[in-house]
């Protein structure tokens, strides 16, 4: 016996894989992002994936989050006031009067 793990025999390292560090990473983010600008941290796991860089989503978030690289949320934006309707519409009476 030679005291290493049984494990290592049956290694077989990926072809390709690369090890990237953050900054490379961060990279790779900003050009995707750039592309298609909308993306979260799913959908750019999911491009670098399709690009051949195998990433680990957790990872993706981490760099995103670190660097303030996430998307602005849209926010929704709900009429409230329907101006086309064919009630009668009343002056205001209240506009030259100072309140006390």
Same mark, same amino acid.
């Given at each position: 016996?030679?005291?290493?793990?049984?494990?290592?025999?049956?290694?077989?390292?990926?072809?390709?894989?690369?090890?990237?560090?953050?900054?490379?990473?961060?990279?790779?983010?900003?050009?995707?992002?750039?592309?298609?600008?909308?993306?979260?941290?799913? =959908? &750019?796991?999911?491009?670098? +994936?399709?690009? *051949?860089? $195998? @990433?680990?989503?957790? =990872? &993706?978030?981490?760099?995103? +989050?670190?660097? *303030?690289? $996430? @998307?602005?949320?849209? =926010?929704?934006?709900?009429?409230?006031?329907?101006?086309?309707?064919?009630?009668?519409?009343?002056?205001?009476?209240?506009?030259?009067?100072?309140?006390?």
């Amino acid at each position: 016996m030679i005291g290493l793990p049984r494990s290592i025999y049956y290694y077989r390292a990926q072809k390709g894989s690369v090890m990237l560090t953050d900054s490379e990473l961060e990279e790779l983010i900003g050009t995707v992002q750039d592309e298609l600008p909308g993306y979260g941290y799913r =959908r &750019v796991t999911y491009e670098l +994936r399709r690009r *051949g860089h $195998g @990433i680990n989503h957790k =990872r &993706v978030a981490r760099v995103m +989050r670190a660097k *303030g690289m $996430g @998307i602005k949320p849209r =926010r929704r934006h709900v009429r409230t006031t329907d101006s086309k309707h064919e009630s009668p519409i009343f002056p205001n009476l209240y506009c030259n009067i100072v309140p006390a």
